[in-house]
């Protein structure tokens, strides 16, 4: 099925359904539950939602059928840059208090979750440069299409760095609602 301007309009419609279901999440879980300043805190919120809806673009990306592969993924590669733009701003111990040392040096932890975010988002630049730009339609002859399941292995070994020690302390969640990574 050739990308038409239904097929668009349907990318843009998930797109902004994805990202507000996103957004409402990080929202109650940061703010209603855990009574966070929104003041203080809305960029780190909003990066919260670009980041799940980055992720959710790029297993979209994974399962969908070759005519849209492309369109996923560049949706979620934009995310994914907008979010390292976003997390670049807020570097620092005063929002990822847990990277750094007491001394305000990146921990390991810290250099882990860095790195592995990194390399994952150079992966999906070479598997975005790799893949066919003209013809949806035409055979991936060559297209290294282990490259999409690289990226969401080192977004899970990024996030995983991020949110394994919150995950398994159930008490810890406000109002239940499981961590997005931190």
Do not use: Q
């Amino acid at each position: 099925m050739p990308v038409t301007s239904v097929w668009r309009h349907h990318i843009l419609v998930s797109a902004t359904v994805i990202f507000l279901l996103a957004l409402a999440y990080a929202l109650m879980r940061y703010c209603v539950f855990s009574h966070t300043s929104v003041a203080f805190t809305e960029i780190y919120i909003l990066n919260k939602a670009i980041s799940v809806t980055a992720l959710c673009f790029l297993v979209l990306a994974s399962t969908a059928d070759r005519s849209h592969r492309r369109a996923w993924g560049l949706l979620g590669f934009t995310f994914g840059w907008i979010h390292i733009g976003i997390s670049t701003f807020l570097w620092g111990p005063a929002h990822y208090a847990k990277l750094f040392s007491a001394s305000g040096e990146l921990n390991l932890l810290g250099w882990g979750t860095a790195v592995g975010g990194l390399i994952a988002l150079a992966v999906n630049c070479k598997l975005f440069c790799a893949a066919p730009k003209t013809r949806p339609d035409t055979r991936d002859r060559g297209f290294p299409t282990y490259l999409g399941s690289l990226v969401l292995f080192l977004v899970a070994f990024h996030v995983t760095i991020l949110g394994s020690r919150s995950w398994c302390i159930l008490e810890s969640w406000p109002g239940y609602l499981p961590p997005i990574t931190t």
